[in-house]
């Protein structure tokens, strides 16, 4: 079974400055798909960035950026410039393939960013 | 687009009793999302649909719960016989299919006492 680690459980940051969230996960599958989403405390989930495991090119969003490495199992979130409205809850998550049968995403257990003023 | 609206987004229950949530996804999309959230934890992947078809159950989702999504338009997850252990947020999400974007709504915490 897929299982995706998030060892940070919070990390704290200056308005401004980068920070970098770390994800491991484990499978066996070549193909699959790798997420970050944010929680606010509206609770509603919301989709910051998305990487297909065939890309070798790393995924960019305006002020989010990964690090995606592939032999590692590793896909961290890059933030610069942090924003206020950036804190939130951040969640790592792992997609099988289409056709692979499970549709789910397997989430990590999260990352609490609190931005200081 | 009015994104996806859950209904009630506070449920709480006494042990034992039955409850039932609602969803409504996104209008144009065709695959329906269930997740349980844990204090502290990820969502959970509980269900999904295409369309009106349940495609795939977890592991989680005991022969207490079931879910339904009639006409392929509104789902509702309903659990029998709550247990305290049902305690949890319960999260929708919506998508076009593929791998498209999931679109979450705010979700339903259930408290059971």
């Known amino acids: 079974a897929q299982t995706v680690t998030q060892s940070q459980p919070e990390m704290s940051v200056q308005e401004a400055e980068t920070v970098t969230l770390s994800c491991t996960y484990d499978t066996s599958e070549s193909d699959y798909y790798l997420f970050w989403y944010k929680q606010p405390p509206s609770r509603q989930m919301i989709l910051v960035i998305r990487?297909?495991?065939?890309?070798?090119q790393n995924a960019t969003e305006n002020r989010f950026s990964v690090n995606f490495q592939k032999a590692a199992k590793s896909f961290s979130l890059k933030i610069s410039d942090s924003q206020l409205g950036d804190a939130a809850m951040y969640f790592c998550?792992?997609?099988?393939?289409?056709?692979?049968?499970?549709?789910?995403?397997?989430f990590g257990k999260g990352t609490h960013l609190i931005i200081q003023p | 687009d009015t994104g996806v609206s859950q209904d009630p987004r506070h449920k709480i229950t006494k042990r034992g009793q039955n409850v039932t949530f609602r969803c409504d996804p996104i209008?144009?999309?065709?695959?329906l999302y269930w997740y349980r959230q844990t204090l502290g934890q990820g969502p959970e992947f509980l269900t999904y649909f295409q369309n009106e078809a349940q495609l795939e159950k977890s592991r989680l989702l005991s022969d207490r719960f079931s879910a339904e999504r009639p006409k392929g338009s509104f789902s509702t997850l309903e659990i029998q016989r709550t247990e305290q252990g049902d305690s949890a947020m319960y999260l929708c999400?919506?998508?076009?299919?593929?791998?498209?974007?999931?679109?979450f709504g705010s979700g339903t915490q259930l408290s059971v006492l």
């Open positions: 998550a792992y997609r099988r393939p289409t056709g692979g049968g499970a549709d789910g995403l397997t």
């Open positions: 999400a919506s998508s076009t299919g593929g791998v498209g974007k999931l679109f």
């Open positions: 990487q297909e495991a065939y890309k070798q």
């Open positions: 209008s144009e999309h065709n695959r």
